[in-house]
């Protein structure tokens, strides 16, 4: 009997406090992933590595390859990241020298796509506040299920901020 109350007063509600978090994050079609850092760095320093595609292979660790594709009449520029499970295809939404840079991506055949809003402000001439938003929609179910079990915990925003703290840092 009192193993009986125990399980039903200790054990069985975050049990099924756990099964509906689950099934909420999985019914959920939108993301949002916001992560915030200062670097002891000047921001033209910061502004240069996370502004030049092509140098994100040489210290950004989850990318092996940036390849540039240039695409339409207008020749536009759209850049595929490899290295991460399936390449991601982005292209370039906004940019304020030093100050904002909107990317539009694409992972894959599309089960994932959005936006990554990074914004930069300089505290002072050598630290640099660094904001990250990434936001978008999970179409797969499947990828839905990884994002929940694997994304909180290995955050590719706050990766990337790792990886772009350990270059600035100094030697």
């Not at 996370?50 to 009449?73: Q, T």
């Not at 909107?102 to 894959?108: D, Y």
Request: hydrophobic fraction near 45%; proline fraction near 6%.
């Amino acid at each position: 009997m009192i193993e009986v109350i125990y399980f039903l007063i200790v054990v069985l509600p975050p049990v099924i406090l756990g099964i509906m978090l689950l099934i909420s994050m999985l019914t959920r079609k939108n993301y949002t992933i916001k992560e915030s850092r200062v670097v002891d760095a000047p921001i033209e320093s910061v502004w240069q590595l996370v502004s030049d595609f092509s140098k994100y292979p040489s210290w950004v660790s989850y990318i092996s390859l940036m390849e540039e594709k240039l695409v339409g009449p207008e020749r536009n520029s759209i850049w595929v990241q490899h290295g991460s499970i399936l390449p991601v295809e982005f292209s370039v939404k906004e940019f304020i020298p030093k100050t904002k840079l909107v990317t539009e991506q694409v992972l894959g055949a599309g089960p994932i796509s959005g936006l990554r809003e990074i914004q930069i402000k300089s505290l002072s001439p050598s630290q640099t506040q660094i904001d990250i938003v990434q936001s978008g929609i999970i179409k797969n179910s499947i990828l839905k299920l990884y994002i929940v079990l694997f994304h909180y915990r290995n955050n590719p925003v706050r990766q990337f901020l790792d990886c772009l703290e350990k270059k600035v840092r100094p030697s």
